[in-house]
Nanobody, 117 residues
Framework: QVQLVESGGGLVQAGGSLRLSCAASGRIFSINVMGWYRQAPGKERELVATIASGGSTNYADSVKGRFTISRDSAKNTVYLQMYGLKPEDTAVYYC???????????WGQGTQVTVSS
């Protein structure tokens, strides 16, 4: 069974940086889009960034210029480099792998990112 395993979360002061990683364990293939989402307490899960198999990226306005998403398709791994962290970035971050044919979405278990002011 495929699982997505995230790592790299933690506690950091405002202005600091963190790098999240998400790797798939088990056999996985034809992943079209890899991405990161986050969910803060009392709020809905929101998109942070995505990267398609061709390399095109998409970012939430709130993280543009501060976060960078990258992927290693051969290793089925996606990364999220976060700079200039703000208290409002505090959330549980989830990775997502999407296959479009046939359609299926994989989710990680989440990793906590806490930014102190």
């Amino acid at each position: 069974q495929v699982q997505l395993v995230e790592s790299g979360g933690g506690l950091v002061q405002a202005g600091g940086s963190l790098r999240l990683s998400c790797a798939a364990s088990g056999r996985i293939f034809s992943i079209n889009v890899m991405g990161w989402y986050r969910q803060a307490p009392g709020k809905e899960r929101e998109l942070v960034a995505t990267i398609a198999s061709g390399g095109s990226t998409n970012y939430a306005d709130s993280v543009k210029g501060r976060f960078t998403i990258s992927r290693d398709s051969a290793k089925n791994t996606v990364y999220l480099q976060m700079y200039g962290l703000k208290p409002e970035d505090t959330a549980v971050y989830y990775c997502n792998f999407l296959r479009t044919s046939p359609w299926y979405a994989y989710w990680g278990q989440g990793t906590q990112v806490t930014v102190s002011s």
